[in-house]
């Protein structure tokens, strides 16, 4: 289905079953612990053995000797696979770095052997027997220091423009009367998922499946291929649950080749999860910022100069922290600038983390707008409508799809109790906490991708929806399944999803809050196509075709769905694949974030009292599933704002606190009290659903409306994250 017009009114605008709050049909699987996560896969191989993995021990450098001879004779061990024995192994379109190192290392934890033996225990055991004897080299491991050797990076579609320019920013910054110029710090951050990255392997013959947590399975499967060196077709990625990954399971990652490698090494199913401390050096993070936000105004509030620069860093080929990318479109301003800038440094992989770009560029704008607001002695809210804009600030004739931000900012002041807050900070006490009200805004591209499903429909009336879509624990499932019930007409317990298998169509996969959309615009497609077929099974012109409760309606004759199929299923396969509109049109989510936070007088303690986030993302296709994927977002936000960091040995180049004991992330008592407010819109430009995403546009923003709230609570400005008690401890207002 080619989707170039916009959406006029189809089978999903009956809202029956799409938009309705259900629960999610994996539910159960969950809550009894028999959902068939890729480890504890023990239906689909019998006698796996267990490989653990290797990771080096330095940053950057080389092996000069490595002795196995200890680990080979240790009890159980099957096999060992190092990149002496491996054979040749190309590297994956996505991967910066080998994902097997050897004997050139390229970072900190980056695998070297993996042992392979009849136990976990056993595995373990004998990885400790491992010697290796190194040539460490100096490397680079400071973003600040590797400033001055920072270049533009490398476009693509995904980063844009590495600079941008409109009208003459330079002069508008001087001539205006009131400006701000000031830079903000993020830091590194891990995905810090539940289930860690995690496979099971098994060979037949010259033909590969793996079982394994991967959010896009398409990528996994020609990258798997391409390193083994073998056809896509004697591949095979099965990922039907996943528990979490935030980013961090979108490519192929070591768990899966080093059980690919061991299996065939011991020539038998081997199962691999990567222990707690690799996955923050071993896999990917997100990248540390260094951000200069200047903004040039009038007295009245109107933005006349608009800039944005922000450094990353990563390995030799990687890419940057797309942070700029909201700041040339969430608000108006003639004259802008946008720059990034990436450091080369020897830590471990930089990639895409929840919301990459926006949720730490936002960290930053939207301080930086509540700084500015204060200068103009204009409320916060006030002076994001001053400058709200219903084209692209680049592009003003290039119009936005839907809009709806200003709605976000009124009705979230109003249901947050804005007008008691007071614009001075430090005013409010209750007994020894301090307390603070802000906002901030939430903006998050909306991203169109080609996805595609089959669907089958046999005589029982039942449709059995095919994909290789991935259910990261977002409830893709269910939606799907909702897609499915409300084209055909059928109602959920006559759905069947299958998910998560490189023999099924490709889909856009899950990621940076494209998924949803365009998987059920997939779905949709497919079950057109079905429609079509079904109707001229019946004998029924397919336009006038009313598919409902089962059955298939044209004026006065009704026939059992099912009935089309009695002569065997019917098939139909299908794909969405979008025209021009999201050029012409610039397709975005929109929101607002309030936060009230109490902060001890005497100790600085911040808790977080109350959050609310209001949401303009196009058709909410679940509410109750949507609303999990903000609160989960936001609890992330709030992490971000107050504790997460990756601490960096900017001596020996990795991360110190490479577990959950070290990496802190907040938990229940951190987070008391969240609602979330859905607008009520849809978007025809965007796909047949008229939905857009809403999983990211939850932490955009978050960090900032803590900081903000902070500022407001204490008159204490904190611009480097996360706002640790050592940062403002000593500028607290004198205790009275």
């Not at 998910?499 to 949803?516: C, I, K, T, Y």
Request: glycine residues 10%; aromatic residues 6%.
């Amino acid at each position: 289905m080619k989707f170039d017009t916009p959406a006029t009114t189809n089978p999903i605008d009956r809202l029956k079953v799409v938009g309705q709050p259900l629960d999610r049909i994996d539910g159960p699987l969950k809550t009894t612990g028999t959902a068939p996560y890729a480890y504890e896969r023990h239906d689909v191989v019998a006698d796996p053995a267990y490989g653990h993995v290797v990771g080096a021990a330095i940053a950057k450098g080389r092996i000069q000797r490595m002795d196995l001879a200890a680990a080979r004779h240790a009890p159980g061990v099957l096999a060992i696979v190092t990149a002496a024995n491996a054979g040749t192994l190309d590297k994956g379109s996505f991967n910066t770095a080998r994902l097997l190192g050897g004997p050139d290392i390229e970072h900190y934890h980056q695998a070297v052997a993996l042992v392979v033996a009849e136990s976990f225990e056993q595995a373990r055991a004998a990885a400790e027997l491992v010697r290796i004897d190194y040539a460490p080299e100096p490397g680079s491991f400071n973003l600040r220091a590797a400033a001055g050797s920072a270049t533009l990076p490398h476009e693509n579609d995904i980063t844009g423009p590495a600079e941008t320019h409109v009208g003459d920013f330079t002069e508008a910054f001087a001539r205006a009367p009131v400006t701000l110029d000031e830079t903000y710090t993020t830091p590194d951050h891990s995905h810090a998922m539940m289930e860690p990255h995690a496979t099971l392997a098994q060979w037949d013959g010259d033909r590969l499946t793996v079982w394994t947590s991967n959010q896009m399975i398409a990528w996994a499967n020609a990258d798997l291929a391409k390193t083994l060196g073998l056809p896509k077709e004697k591949v095979r990625v099965v990922s039907p649950f996943i528990g979490g990954g935030f980013g961090g399971k979108l490519f192929l990652r070591a768990d899966v080749l080093l059980a690919a490698l061991g299996a065939r090494a011991a020539g038998r199913p081997v199962k691999v999860a990567l222990q707690r401390p690799l996955i923050a050096n071993n896999t990917t993070h997100r990248p540390a910022t260094i951000q200069r936000i200047r903004l040039g105004a009038e007295r009245d509030g109107t933005i006349t100069a608009i800039a944005h620069e922000s450094l990353s860093g990563d390995l030799k080929g990687g890419g940057p922290e797309t942070a700029v990318n909201q700041t040339r479109l969430l608000y108006a301003g003639r004259n802008r600038m946008t720059a990034m800038r990436l450091a080369v440094l020897d830590l471990p992989e930089g990639n895409a983390m929840r919301a990459p770009g926006e949720a730490p560029g936002m960290m930053a704008l939207e301080i930086a707008m509540d700084e500015m607001a204060e200068k103009l002695g204009l409320d916060p809210v006030e002076f994001r409508i001053r400058n709200d804009t219903q084209v692209d600030p680049e592009n003003p004739q290039r119009p936005f799809s839907s809009r709806p931000f200003i709605e976000c900012l009124r009705l979230g002041a109003e249901r947050f109790g804005w007008s008691a807050r007071s614009p001075r900070p430090g005013q409010r006490r209750e007994g020894q906490w301090l307390i603070g009200m802000a906002m901030a805004a939430a903006f998050r591209n909306n991203l169109l991708m080609k996805s595609g499903a089959r669907v089958r429909l046999d005589k029982a009336g039942r449709v059995t929806v095919e994909t290789d879509m991935t259910d990261i624990g977002t409830g893709s499932y269910t939606i799907i399944a909702q897609t499915a019930a409300e084209t055909m007409g059928v109602p959920m317990e006559q759905v069947v999803v299958r998910l998560g298998d490189s023999e099924f169509p490709v889909s856009a996969g899950s990621g940076g809050q494209f998924g949803a959309n365009n998987a059920t615009s997939g779905v949709y497609a497919a079950c057109v196509k079905l429609r079509e077929e079904v109707a001229r099974r019946l004998g029924f012109n397919s336009r006038e075709a009313e598919f409902s409760d089962g059955e298939v309606r044209v004026g006065n004759r009704t026939i059992a769905l099912g009935a089309a199929a009695a002569e065997g299923e019917i098939v139909a396969e299908d794909f969405i694949e979008y025209g021009d509109l999201d050029k012409t049109h610039q397709q975005s989510t929109f929101g607002a974030h309030f936060v009230e936070v109490a902060v001890d007088r005497a100790t600085g303690e911040a808790r977080i009292r109350r959050m609310l986030a209001v949401c303009a993302a196009g058709r909410i296709l679940n509410p109750k599933s949507a609303r999990s994927q903000v609160i989960g977002a936001m609890t992330m936000g709030a992490g971000a704002a107050l504790m997460e960091e990756l601490a960096v040995d900017t001596r020996r180049g990795f991360f110190v606190n490479h577990d959950l004991a070290g990496y802190e992330v907040p938990v229940h008592a951190d987070v008391p009290h969240q609602e979330v407010i859905f607008l009520d819109e849809t978007d025809p430009f965007s796909s047949p659903m008229k939905a857009k995403g809403v999983g990211e546009l939850g932490i955009c923003g978050v960090g900032a409306a803590v900081a903000n709230a902070i500022y407001s609570a204490t008159g204490v400005r904190i611009r480097d994250y996360p706002i640790t008690l050592d940062k403002y401890l000593d500028r607290l207002p004198d205790v009275a």
